[in-house]
């Protein structure tokens, strides 16, 4: 809150400073700029790279590893001789060992979870695409907010310029005694009124500037404008179908692509959990050498023992799965619950992107409805005012008449642009879903 208040006291200060420091943005430089800047798209980055290790480590579970190990022991007390008599002696033993092991035959596990990896690294890539789109759209949204602001800003001092030149009419006919002081005072309550609105507006211009600021992540709304786009002509005929932008949305939406990933991934992770079912098979191999030393008895040189110890050994293990206490069999019943859940999820998805899809529609509908009956309300809310101010100056009307017309065409001029703004996002955003950039 202190925030805004301090944007707002610092850019309403003097507006004319503020225009000539400011850097004018259009929503194309917006978008890019959120996109590289925003907090939430830098976490589904943060995400594709977790899933890219993990999809590495799967895929290096194939190779052999190697471990080596060093142990130094010592031995005190009575043991057993080689003339199976016991006697007190104190040995030192020192080993050297280099040992690797290598899977051959697992089941199918390590080819399964790599898929299950590959698949879930894609997953990832979707939500990163999902989470771009939705920024794009919140900063359209607040891009247009923020023009819609900046117009109804001009509207308001359009307002005060036509006040202005009313006071100094009025001003000229007080001093030539053909109008009543009155009259002047209620003129200049009007402009009174007028200006404050223009102020009230500014201040809601800014709000929209810095929320539009804060969502690009910017490090301060100091010197931010935004550029006004043109307006295209309103023709609610050319609207596509829901039907039509579903059938298009729904191949190349990445929300739904990134669940159908993830159903193809939970299908793989029962093949992982069936891998437990069947034998594995493994290959082992290593080195080593030894050196002994018994109190009592002369030891050879450290060096000709560990030449003397060095052996070498090389097997397989077959592992042979027989009863594991039903855990396998709960764990590929898991895997199988987890598949229908994300079939729920997939359809869920689709449900939620025709709802999206039909709401969008209709209320491009209705915004298109909207934009044709407030072009014929302004049309007729700026007839009357003209027609009340020549009233009104050839003195056949008084203030009150011509300030109830002046407020009624700026609400008229107010519904119409924002309803065409209204209009011009509900049509991106059915595009958007047909595929089309912003």
């Known amino acids: 809150m202190k925030r805004r208040v301090f944007f707002i ?15 004018e943005w259009t929503l194309t430089e917006c978008i890019q700029y959120a996109l590289a800047h925003n907090l939430n798209i830098k976490q589904q980055e943060d995400n594709v790279r977790q899933q890219e290790i993990a999809l590495s480590t799967s895929r290096n579970s194939r190779l052999p590893d190697l471990n080596g190990s060093i142990g130094e022991n010592f031995s005190f007390g009575r043991a057993l001789t080689v003339d199976n008599t016991y006697q007190n002696r104190n040995t030192q033993n020192t080993s050297f060992s280099l040992g690797t092991s290598a899977p051959l035959i697992t089941g199918g596990r390590i080819p399964a979870d790599i898929k299950v990896h590959r698949l879930n690294l894609q997953a990832a890539l979707q939500d990163y695409e999902h989470a771009r789109e939705n920024i794009m759209l919140s900063v359209t949204s607040a891009y247009l907010e923020a023009i819609y602001q900046k117009d109804m800003v001009a509207v308001a001092e359009r307002q005060v310029e036509l006040s202005q030149a009313q006071v100094h009419r009025m001003e000229l ?15 200049r309550s009007t402009l009174s009124s007028d200006e404050l609105s223009l102020t009230q507006q500014q201040n809601s211009y800014m709000l929209a500037l810095l929320e539009l600021s804060q969502l690009l992540e910017l490090e301060s709304p100091e010197g931010f404008d935004v550029v006004r786009p043109l307006v295209e002509p309103v023709k609610g005929s050319e609207l596509p179908s829901p039907d039509l932008v579903y059938s298009e949305a729904i191949g190349i939406k990445p929300q739904i692509q990134a669940e159908q990933t993830r159903l193809q991934s939970a299908e793989k992770s029962v093949a992982v959990a069936k891998s437990a079912y069947y ?15 018994t109190s009592g008895y002369m030891s050879t040189a450290f060096g000709s023992q560990l030449r003397d110890n060095f052996n070498q050994y090389f097997g397989v293990s077959l592992s042979v799965p027989i009863f594991n206490r039903l855990s396998t069999r709960n764990n590929v019943r898991s895997a199988r619950l987890q598949v229908h859940a994300q079939e729920v ?21 209705a915004a298109s409805r909207q934009c044709e009956s407030s072009d014929v309300a302004l049309s007729s809310a700026l007839t009357a005012l003209n027609l009340m101010q020549l009233k009104y100056e050839n003195g056949k009307a008084t203030a009150t008449e011509f300030q109830d017309a002046k407020t009624k065409y700026m609400r008229a001029e107010s519904q119409q642009i924002q309803s065409h703004y209204t209009y011009l996002f509900r049509q991106k955003i059915l595009d958007f879903y047909r595929g089309k950039q912003l």
Do not use: M
């Not at 006919?173 to 003129?187: G, M, R, T, V, Y």
């Not at 899809?357 to 509908?365: E, G, K, R």
């Open 9 to 23: 006291i610092a850019l309403c200060v003097s507006l004319q400073g503020f225009a000539q420091q400011t850097h």
């Open 279 to 293: 034998p594995s098979l493994y290959f082992s191999a290593g080195i080593g050498t030894s050196y002994y030393n």
């Open 173 to 187: 006919l007080f001093q030539n005694d053909k109008a009543s002081e009155a009259e002047l005072s209620q003129i």
């Open 345 to 365: 999820r997939l359809e869920q998805a689709k449900k939620t992107l025709y709802k999206e899809i039909q709401q969008a529609y209709y209320n491009a509908v």
